[in-house]
Every structure is written in C-alpha cells, then in structure tokens.
C-alpha cells in the first residue's frame, strides 16, 4: 500500500469511527434515558407508559361537567436527543427525572379551552402524580376551573382528586370561605384515549 492510499484509509476509518460513536452515544443516551425515567422510557413495547393521551370528565360544585382530553409529551424527542448528541458540546441532561408537561383541551359548556399542564411523579418509578392547568391565553374562564389534581397513575388508569379555583367574569380569583362549594374536591378518572 503506497503512502497516500494509507492516508485514505485513514481518513475514511476515522470518519467511520466518528459516525459510529455519534450513534453509539444516541443509543446510550437513549437507553440510559429507560433507567432515569421508567414513566416516559421502556425497552419493553408492551409497558404502559404515563406519556401518551388520556381522556375523562370531571364535576364541579356547580354540577358543569369538565372534558379533560390531554397529551402528556416524551421527556426528550428523538430529534432533541440526536441534536444534543451532534452538538459541539455534549450536554448532559440534567432536567428532572419526575417532571413531566404537556397540552390538555378542557370542553366546557360547549366551550374549548387549550392549556398547558406540568406536573410530576413522587418519584422516578412511582405512581404518586400531580399537576395542573394554565390556560395558553392566559384568561381562565369564568366559574370553578380545574386547578390542582392529584392522586395515583396505575398502567392505563389516573386517579385524581381535584382543587378547583373559582374565577370571576374579569379573569381574576375568588375564594369565599364561607362557599362550601370553594372548599369541594372533585374526581378525575383518566383512561388512555383511543
């Protein structure tokens, strides 16, 4: 082998071994990602995750009936996971293990609120859950909203009690102490959408 062929041989090994450990990392960051975050992760296609759709109704002390259609989202994309991983410098994540966000369409009334909702796990492998909602305008709709919801996640099953806060026709709160209603929990039971 003449001297410039073993100068292309390698170039070319160390751009594969360049490709190969990008991709390698990818892989690594993904399966790592199966430990951190058992909720969001699993080598296991069968596994119930809590990322995924989730659908259920809910009342309030005024007796109007809350659709809660909603979407808890991936922890990391996988475009997001390449694009950290292609970068000058390699990042690590350190973001919560137990937090969680994602969008929800609230249907009340005839009316169609979409929100934000954040939240998160006792712990990485727990079932302990909580969160809420915020309005992506800003404005809460008038009377008892959904607000602080809590309780168990089990596989294809969320369990939650609700806080709900009451909201003025102006967009601003009201607690009235002597309301029993302000005081009332309501039941949230969410199944995986369809």
Known sequence: MSYPTQI????VGLIVLV??????????DKKYDTYRRPWAY????SKPLLVGKWQGTCTDPD???HQVEMEIFFPTTDEKRWKRVSGKRNKRDRSSRTFFDGM????TNGKRDTCELWG???KPDGHDIHFQFRPVSGVHPPGF??????GKWQ???????VDFAWFRPDGSSHYDSADPRHDTNGKLLLTRAK
């Open 145 to 150: 909203n959904l607000n602080l919801l809590k």
């Open 104 to 107: 929800a369409v609230l249907k």
């Open 63 to 65: 007796q109007v009936v």
């Open 19 to 28: 490709v190969l450990g990008k991709v390698g990392c990818y892989y690594f």
């Open 8 to 11: 292309k041989v390698f170039i």
């Open 120 to 122: 998160g796990l006792d």
């Open 155 to 161: 596989e294809n099953t969320i369990d939650l009690s």
């Open 42 to 45: 699993s080598s296991d296609p």
